[in-house]
């Protein structure tokens, strides 16, 4: 499926210079979405994954399907105030300000097998805050899934060591 067709480029968005690849149009599209889903599914089907983790809000929408699919828990990665109980927190740049993600301290045991799944890989640091939040849990990363990867914003060096597999591509 070419899912770029679906893909809405907005120029200037959120802020002057920014090219925002909006994948909402591909995710309204029933027969898109379901191939995103089947995709990810069929290259992760054999991984032995036991949870799925995904960061707000849009990893949400491709993280849950994932791991009904793979018959794996889901591990949502949230945003500052966000989670009532004890939580790990790392702070982080990304490629227009920065901020800080969470997550549960009870939400991956030590040894699971994690994939990290979102809709967006640019300049990489909120998967590298990610990836720091399941390495202190003492989860074993077995990669990272993306609908859209952004060449040119190098993020994947900044994920050295695990595994990527990317949907689409952008210069």
């Known amino acids: 499926m070419d899912y770029k067709a679906l893909i809405r480029e907005v120029p ?3 802020k ?15 027969q898109g979405f379901q191939h995103i889903v089947n995709d990810f599914t069929e290259r992760f089907r054999d991984a032995n994954i036991t949870k799925i983790v995904a960061m707000e809000s849009r990893g949400f929408i491709l993280g849950c399907p994932l791991a009904y699919q793979l018959h794996a828990g889901f591990v949502p990665i949230r945003k500052p105030g966000k989670l009532p109980a004890d939580i790990f927190e790392v702070k982080y740049t990304l490629e227009y300000g920065s ?4 997550v549960h301290r009870d939400a991956i045991q030590a040894g699971e097998r994690v994939l990290i799944v979102d809709d967006l890989l640019a300049t990489g640091g909120t998967a590298l805050a990610t990836v720091n939040l399941i390495n202190q849990m003492g989860g074993e990363i077995v990669g990272c899934a ?7 914003l190098g993020g994947r060096k900044k994920l050295d060591g695990c595994e990527i597999f990317s949907l689409m591509t952008y210069p």
Not at 99 to 102: P, Q, T, V
Not at 146 to 152: G, M, N, T
């Open 12 to 14: 200037d968005f959120p």
């Open 16 to 30: 002057p210079g920014i090219l925002f690849y909006d994948i909402t149009p591909l995710l309204k599209d029933a």
């Open 99 to 102: 901020n800080s993600l969470a």
């Open 146 to 152: 993306f609908l859209v990867e952004l060449l040119s």
